[in-house]
């Protein structure tokens, strides 16, 4: 027996390989260097996408007070709260309701056609918001709608952008992936607090205009440049369950909404008749909803999916850190805009900007962790770094509860900091673990359904954290109010007034950046003082100082809730297991 020689023979004795043959080599590698530059791509259109939307989730918050000057209209008033509360919750309830169906058509339609979509309204969307043309409350109105429908293309666009992603990219870069998207995304909401402050001072509309150009250009290249390459489950759209869940899950964030305004004589709405039938019909109906899930061929809610432990706990885990994470935000503006940055010599128009620019170590936090812990998950699961990550906060938490009220800055902005990296390291890997444990057919609605636990836990939270700050404020701010008022010159009978104004008057107030003083007593009985205690009252200092006891004790009892929310977070996400990845996905 021969052996044959291993080298290769020479080129001219080669047998002759056909154009085709070529062509068949050379088209797997083609295939993937496109496949590699399509993910890179993706990424940053659906980053930019999830981005916008979530910097327009929160650009309202600082911008506020310019936008109720500019059509005309005094928030404060008790007539024109309706209008208040819709412009903070409105955007953030629809896309909250609506984000798990616009995920289950994603899968049955697909989900570049459904993220295009909600990309081209969202641009309308903020197209119209900058025509108000309107003043009062029918320009209150106008904007209210609008950003409704606003919030309707970003639930299209947040429902369907981590599938594309998923789809995108390999199981071993998908934590990178949805790191970055992800951080992104929770990032913008504290990004938006700056923009805002930047840019309603020079005209209230262009907190809108901004996301114009932007969605234009976004919407554009989106069309031409994503396509569609997850796998589809043709499915008859789940009618009764869309209703019953949407019907269901906006009452019951209603009724969280209006629980925190004040009714009757009572500082809250917890015991009104119409919010408990709100909160009341709105749980009966999602029970409906579950059993109606249970039932249907194609549900809209995939039930199945919690069977999955992977997905299971770190949906859980979504939703207690968006507890602990949504209405702190609040409670870290007021402390600024309310008492630290007046006691610092900022002005109260002033305080609303400076408040986003102080909380930017925050975002920085983001930033560096969410990225690097979305790389390090990709290598060695989720579970170390997103465990790890709610601990950190729930330190941060502890830290920032023994910090005095009048705090050095580069303390406080460590905290933040600290804050900010412990859930940036949450947030990717635990993104990136709950959807690489979904089937490839299901990643639309899995990743509804993940988002719809973390923007009504942001709701949920809201009403939570106001609650326990005006039960903190309501033991001690009356009397402290009474008495500063009438040591300054304020008629007995008016001073006793004012102390029982419903709390959450005295926090909307500091939120919103107006001087709380002026706000809360009449014209004519400031105008009744003398000069100097009219400087007093209606000076940088005096509120600050007279609601830091009060406003001490509400945040105790806000970061208490804070820290226990975010150790059973990281309780529940140790719990997912080790590392899993759905078989069907390699």
């Not at 600082?62 to 709260?81: H, K, Y």
């Not at 197209?127 to 639930?155: E, P």
């Not at 509120?543 to 208490?560: D, K, N, Y």
């Amino acid at each position: 027996m021969t052996c044959r020689s291993a080298r290769a023979a020479p080129a001219h004795r080669r047998p002759a390989v056909s154009v085709d043959e070529q062509s068949r080599r050379g088209a797997p590698v083609a295939e993937a260097a496109v496949a590699d530059r399509y993910k890179w791509v993706a990424l940053f259109n659906v980053t930019l996408g999830v981005l916008m939307a979530t910097i327009d989730a929160s650009i309202m918050l600082i911008a506020m007070p310019d936008i109720f000057r500019g059509i005309g209209l005094d928030p404060l008033v008790p007539a024109n709260s309706f209008y208040l509360l819709w412009m903070i919750l409105g955007f953030l309830v629809v896309s909250s309701v609506l984000v798990v169906s616009l995920g289950r058509f994603g899968d049955i339609f697909g989900r570049v056609k459904m993220y295009n979509l909600g990309f081209l309204i969202y641009t309308i969307a903020s197209l119209l918001l900058t025509i108000d043309w309107m003043k009062g409350s029918s320009g209150a109105l106008w904007l209210i709608v609008m950003r409704i429908v606003q919030g309707v293309g970003a639930a299209f666009i947040i429902a369907n952008s981590a599938a594309i992603l998923t789809d995108a990219f390999p199981t071993n870069q998908r934590g990178l992936a949805l790191g970055i998207n992800n951080v992104a995304g929770i990032s913008g909401s504290f990004i938006g607090l700056v923009l805002g402050g930047v840019l309603a001072p020079i005209d209230w509309r262009l907190v809108f205009l901004i996301s114009v150009p932007i969605g234009a250009l976004g919407t554009a290249w989106a069309y031409r440049k994503l396509r569609d390459n997850g796998v589809r489950r043709p499915a008859r759209i789940d009618l009764w369950g869309n209703v019953t869940f949407a019907v269901g899950l906006i009452l019951v964030m209603i009724g969280i909404t209006y629980g925190i305004e004040p009714y009757g004589k009572q500082m809250m709405g917890w015991t009104s008749p119409l919010v408990l039938a709100e909160l009341v019909s709105g749980v009966v109906l999602l029970i409906i909803f579950g059993v109606i899930e249970t039932r249907v061929e194609d549900p809209m809610f995939r039930l199945p999916l919690f069977k999955i432990k992977a997905f299971t706990f770190g949906t859980l885990s979504t939703f207690l850190s968006a507890v602990a994470r949504g209405g702190l935000m609040f409670m870290l503006i007021i402390w600024l805009q309310g008492i630290w940055l007046p006691q610092h010599g900022y002005s109260f128009t002033a305080t609303p900007l400076w408040a986003g620019i102080y909380m930017l170590p925050l975002t920085a936090g983001f930033l560096i962790a969410g990225p690097i812990s979305g790389w390090l998950s990709d290598r060695y699961g989720a579970r170390p770094f997103a465990t790890g990550g709610m601990l950190a906060t729930a330190l941060s938490f502890v830290l920032l509860e023994l910090l005095p009220i009048n705090f050095v800055y580069p303390a406080f902005a460590l905290l933040l900091l600290l804050s900010g990296l412990g859930m940036g390291a949450f947030a990717s890997p635990n993104r990136a673990g709950v959807m690489n444990s979904l089937p490839p057919a299901d990643r639309g609605a899995g990743g509804g359904m993940n988002s719809t636990f973390q923007n009504s836990a942001q709701v949920l939270s809201i009403g939570i954290f106001f609650t326990l700050m005006i039960l903190g404020l309501s033991a001690s701010l009356p009397a402290a109010l009474q008495q500063g008022l009438t040591s300054h010159g304020v008629a007995a009978a008016t001073a006793d007034r004012v102390s029982h104004l419903p709390p959450v008057s005295v926090l909307f107030a500091a939120f919103l950046g107006y001087n709380p003083i002026q706000h809360l007593v009449p014209p004519a009985a400031l105008q009744a003082v003398s000069r100097a205690n009219y400087s007093v009252l209606t000076g940088r200092s005096f509120f600050s100082h007279l609601i830091s006891g009060p406003f001490r004790s509400g945040l105790h009892e806000a970061f208490f809730f804070a820290i226990g929310a975010s150790v059973v977070a990281a309780v529940a996400s140790w719990w997912r297991g080790s590392r899993y990845v759905d078989e069907s996905t390699e």
